[in-house]
Nanobody, 115 residues
Framework: QVQLVESGGGLVQAGGSLRLSCAAS????????MGWYHQTPGKQRDLVAT???????NYADPVKGRFTIPRDNAKKMVFLQMDSLKPEDTAVYYC?????????WGQGTQVTVSS
């Protein structure tokens, strides 16, 4: 099993930046990929960005060029650097880890972008 704890959400003006953090613990050496998803009320949880254990990154089209997904292997952490934020980025952001065919989720952190 893996436990994930997010931090770093908050309120920011459009055009600003936020950096989300996700700390992983547990069976971390079996993690195949980690990523970030976001969800707004009444909608499904959508992919934002992922990074595989080999370092391959993938971004949803709406965030390409604005968001990056760095990681710190030594600290067992993954981040979501969000720049040029837009009001439509407002959502709850969830950290995700995949291993053994299962998906694990953090508790979520709210990001609100004001216009």
């Amino acid at each position: 099993q893996v436990q994930l704890v997010e931090s770093g959400g908050g309120l920011v003006q459009a055009g600003g930046s936020l950096r989300l953090s996700c700390a992983a613990s547990g069976d971390i050496f079996r993690i195949n990929a980690m990523g970030w998803y976001h969800q707004t009320p009444g909608k499904q949880r959508d992919l934002v960005a992922t990074i595989t254990s080999g370092g391959i990154k993938n971004y949803a089209d709406p965030v390409k060029g604005r968001f990056t997904i760095p990681r710190d292997n030594a600290k067992k952490m993954v981040f979501l650097q969000m720049d040029s934020l837009k009001p439509e980025d407002t959502a709850v952001y969830y950290c995700n880890a995949k291993l053994g065919g299962k998906a694990y989720w953090g508790q979520g952190t709210q990001v609100t972008v004001s216009s």
